[in-house]
Structures are given as structure tokens and as C-alpha cells.
């Protein structure tokens, strides 16, 4: 069986339980208008697809807000404040971790928050998505008290509210296989990844089964699956893409 029919198989399993796939898309490390960007852009307009943009504040650039102005589809999230790894030098990448006063992280985030809401006014949701999506886990219930409304991280979730006031809506598949070389990970090993989340939220509690990108950062193996899976999920009967402000529930409509 090859893994595109493994992946439709498992769309038919929902189907047959009278179920909705959710998917959504997430691309992190957004700073400026680069021809990357352009070519995620074109990516979302064809495949009619709604992006999550998570975006580094303290690099945002004025150029990068004047390109998504136009485009409605697109939700800007917050990563981080200026992804710089704080970790020490044999631990896990990470800016957002116990290494420093907590007082002194969330001020980055408040900082980086209001940043966004200059550049990018209404479009730009309250949520964090932290750098290499780890978050050290004191930090996590302070976060609906400096304004955040959701958090986005990288694999299955706990909860869907981790701490009252903060909903969590996590991916579950990375297109990019970081320890060799930044290579895109493969069909195979994507569509098994997609597969595996899709059959445990079925299986057991379901949530949003999240596709994570990097536009920076990906190789032309990677952009041609990612454009076959958004073209083939945006067609299929039982399959829903939803979009970051959907899921992330603003209580306030944009303009």
C-alpha cells in the first residue's frame, strides 16, 4: 500500500464514522518579504488553503506587513520574541525555557506583542507559538495574564486548554528533518506522521491535526509535497482546513 492511499484510507475510516478531519497549516520563522514568502503566498492562493503565519517580532519587518495587508487568508501568530536560543550548550534549543527570570520572558513577549499589533493591527492573533515549540511549563499559566489567548506547539496536546483562558492547538507534522541537514523528511515519513495523529484523535480524543512548514528553510522535495497534500486535502470529501482564527476562537471579529 503506498502512503497516499494509506493517508485517503484513513480519511475514509472517519467518513465511515460519519466524522470531520480538521487540518490546518502552520509556517513558522516569517520576518520579512523574501521570494520564499512569495512563493508560501502563491502556495496558499492556489491551494485556497487559510496559513498561520507565525511571525519572529523583534525582526518583523515594515515591508512583511505591507505584503500580507492583501491577504486575507493568511493569520499572523506570534513566535517567540527574537528566537534566540537561551539554552545552555548540551540542552535542547530553546528561548522560552527556565534559564532565565520569568519576569524577564514574559516582559520579551508583552514587548514583542505590542510590536505586532503596530505592524500588523487586527490581522495578528494572541497566540504563542514558542521558538523550536518548547516552552518551559511555569510559564504557561501566565500567559492568558499578559494577554494570550492560544498556544501552538508541536505534537499531540494534553488539553485543549492547558490553563483556563488559553486554548492549544498543536502540529503534528514537520516537513523538515532538522538532524540531517534541514532535508525534507520525505513522502513517506509525512504521510506516516499525518497518518498516525489522524488515527489517534479517531481512535481517542480528536483534535486539530496540524501541518508545519518552514518557507525559509525548505528544499524543493518538501514545497512539492506540501503543494500535492494542500491540493489533494482542500478536495476531499470529509476533510475541513481550518484556519488559525477559527480554531483559536478571538472572541473579537476582525474588520
Not at 520579512?32 to 512569495?38: G, R, V, Y
Not at 503566498?41 to 518583523?60: C, D, E, H, W
Request: charged share 20%; hydrophobic share 50%.
Amino acid at each position: 500500500m503506498s502512503a497516499w492511499q494509506a493517508f485517503e484510507d484513513e480519511i475514509t475510516r472517519w467518513c465511515d464514522c460519519g466524522r470531520t478531519v480538521e487540518l490546518w497549516w502552520r509556517d513558522d520563522d516569517a520576518v520579512d518579504a523574501t521570494p520564499a514568502l512569495e512563493r508560501l503566498i502563491g502556495l496558499q492562493r492556489a491551494s485556497k488553503v487559510p496559513l498561520a503565519l507565525a511571525v519572529v517580532p523583534a525582526n518583523a519587518t515594515a515591508a512583511l506587513a505591507a505584503r500580507l495587508a492583501d491577504e486575507p487568508a493568511v493569520d499572523v501568530l506570534q513566535h517567540g520574541y527574537g528566537h534566540v536560543n537561551h539554552a545552555a550548550p548540551e540542552s535542547k534549543k530553546t528561548e522560552l525555557g527556565a534559564e532565565r527570570p520569568a519576569m524577564m520572558v514574559l516582559g520579551e513577549l508583552g514587548t514583542g506583542w505590542m510590536a505586532l499589533e503596530r505592524l500588523f493591527a487586527r490581522r495578528a492573533l494572541p497566540v504563542m507559538v514558542p521558538p523550536w515549540n518548547r516552552i518551559a511549563p511555569m510559564l504557561v499559566p501566565a500567559l492568558p495574564e499578559i494577554g494570550f489567548t492560544g498556544l501552538s506547539t508541536f505534537g499531540a496536546r494534553k488539553r485543549a486548554e492547558p490553563v483556563r483562558g488559553l486554548r492549544q492547538v498543536n502540529t503534528h507534522v514537520d516537513l523538515v528533518d532538522w538532524k540531517q541537514g534541514r532535508a525534507f523528511v520525505g513522502h513517506d515519513a509525512a504521510l506516516a506522521a499525518l497518518v498516525s495523529a489522524l488515527a489517534a484523535g479517531r481512535q481517542g480524543v480528536a483534535e486539530p491535526v496540524g501541518l508545519l512548514s518552514h518557507h525559509l528553510a525548505m528544499d524543493e522535495g518538501a514545497w512539492d509535497f506540501l503543494r500535492s497534500l494542500l491540493g489533494r486535502a482542500a478536495d476531499m470529501p470529509g476533510v475541513q482546513m481550518r484556519s488559525a482564527y477559527s480554531l483559536f476562537a478571538s472572541r473579537e471579529a476582525r474588520a
